[in-house]
C-alpha cells in the first residue's frame, strides 16, 4: 500500500466507512440513507469521498440495484471489521458512562429458590460489597425476564431456560453436589456404609418442586419406576417451611443440592451426608441434572459492568460442585 493511499484512507472518516458497508449490504442509496437517518445527498457525497480514495467506481448501477466492483468486494470483510470494532468502542463507553450514572442505584438480581439464602451471605462481605456496591436480591418470579428486559431487574441467575430472544442465556452450569437430609433420629443413619438410593427408597420420600426441572416427576420417582422398586411415599411441597417442617415430623427423606446444603445445614433437627459419587451418577442416569442459567440484557443496555456480574456467577460456581 502507498503512503498516499493509506494517508487518504486515514482522512476518511467513520461514517464514510458505514455507508460503505450499508450500501454493499442493502444494494441500493436510499436504503442505506433510511438505515443510517441521513439526507441522500449526504451518502453521494460519502460514496463520492470513497470513490476517490481507492480510485475505483466501487459500485455499478444495474436494474437490480449497485453492484460491488471486485475491489468494493475485496475491501467489505476489512471494513466490516473496522465498523465492528467501532461498535465494540461505543457498547464499551456506553457500559461505564451507565455504571457512572448508576452507581449510586442498587443491583436488582433475580434468583431461584434456594439461591437467595445462599448469594445474601456471599455478596454481603467487605471486599464483593465493595466492587459490587449495594446489591437488592429478587425471587424469580414468572415475569422475571421481561423485567429484566424493561429494566426493572439487571440480571438473574434461574434454572428455567425457556428463552427470550430479546436476552441473553449463559449456561453456568448444573449442580453436583447431592446431600441426603433427613430428622437427627432418622433410622437411615444408622447405616455405617455410604447410603445407596435403594436403601433410601425404603423410606417415604420428600421433595420440593423446581420448575423446568422435577415439576412432573422427580429423579429418584423415575429411578424407582426403573429398577422396579415402590417407595413407600411420595411427597411433594414448593415452599421451604413446609419442607423443613415435614422432615422433621413425617420421617421422610430428601435431597438438597450443594447451594442448599449452606442452609439446610443450620436448620435445627436435620442431618444431611453427601451423596457418593457411584450413588449420583446413578440417580443423574434417569434425569439429567438441573442447569443454572444467566439470564441479562444486550450489552449497550445494561448499567453494570462484565466484571460485575462475573463475581456474583463466580460465588455461584464456587458452590456447584463444593470441594470435599
Known amino acids: 500500500m502507498s503512503n498516499l493511499l493509506l494517508k487518504q484512507i486515514c482522512e476518511l472518516d467513520v461514517f464514510t466507512l458505514l455507508v460503505f458497508k450499508s450500501i454493499f449490504d442493502t444494494g441500493h442509496a436510499n436504503s442505506a440513507a433510511k438505515a443510517l437517518d441521513v439526507s441522500a445527498p449526504k451518502i453521494s457525497r460519502c460514496l463520492n469521498a470513497l470513490r476517490l480514495t481507492f480510485n475505483d467506481e466501487l459500485f455499478y448501477r444495474r436494474q437490480q440495484g449497485l453492484k460491488p466492483t471486485p475491489l468494493a468486494e475485496s475491501l467489505y470483510v476489512a471494513i466490516c471489521q ?17 455504571a457512572a450514572i448508576n452507581a449510586d442505584l442498587p443491583l436488582h438480581i433475580a434468583a431461584c429458590n434456594g439461591l437467595l439464602s445462599f448469594l445474601a451471605p456471599q455478596l454481603s462481605t467487605p471486599d464483593v460489597a465493595q466492587a459490587l456496591g449495594q446489591i437488592r436480591l429478587h425471587k424469580w418470579q414468572e415475569n422475571s425476564a421481561e423485567l429484566i428486559h424493561a429494566g426493572a431487574l439487571d440480571f438473574g441467575i434461574t434454572l428455567e431456560s425457556a428463552e427470550n430472544k430479546e436476552l441473553s442465556y449463559t449456561k453456568l452450569g448444573s ?8 430428622a437427627k433420629q432418622h433410622p437411615l443413619w444408622q447405616i455405617e456404609t455410604d447410603i445407596t438410593l435403594e436403601q433410601i427408597c425404603r423410606h417415604p420420600f420428600l421433595y420440593q418442586e423446581v420448575k423446568g426441572f422435577n415439576s412432573k416427576i422427580d429423579p429418584l420417582e423415575l429411578f424407582c ?9 411420595v411427597d411433594k411441597v414448593i415452599d421451604r417451611e413446609e419442607w423443613y417442617a415435614h422432615l422433621l415430623t413425617m420421617k421422610s427423606v430428601a435431597f438438597c443440592s450443594s447451594i442448599d446444603m449452606h442452609t439446610v445445614k443450620h436448620m435445627p433437627g436435620l442431618h444431611l451426608e453427601r451423596l457418593s459419587d457411584t450413588e449420583l451418577n446413578r440417580l443423574h442416569d434417569t434425569m439429567m441434572a438441573p ?12 448499567r453494570y459492568s462484565q466484571s460485575q456480574s462475573a463475581l456474583v ?8 460442585d463444593p470441594a470435599r
Open 291 to 302: 442447569q443454572y442459567y444467566l439470564i441479562e440484557k444486550p450489552a449497550i443496555h445494561r
Open 175 to 182: 449442580v453436583n453436589g447431592v446431600y441426603i437430609v433427613a
Open 82 to 98: 473496522f465498523t465492528e470494532s467501532v461498535y465494540h468502542l461505543e457498547q464499551s463507553a456506553t457500559q461505564i458512562q451507565n
Open 313 to 320: 456467577v463466580r460465588s455461584l460456581l464456587a458452590a456447584l
Open 225 to 233: 419406576q426403573r429398577q422396579g422398586l415402590l417407595l413407600p411415599a
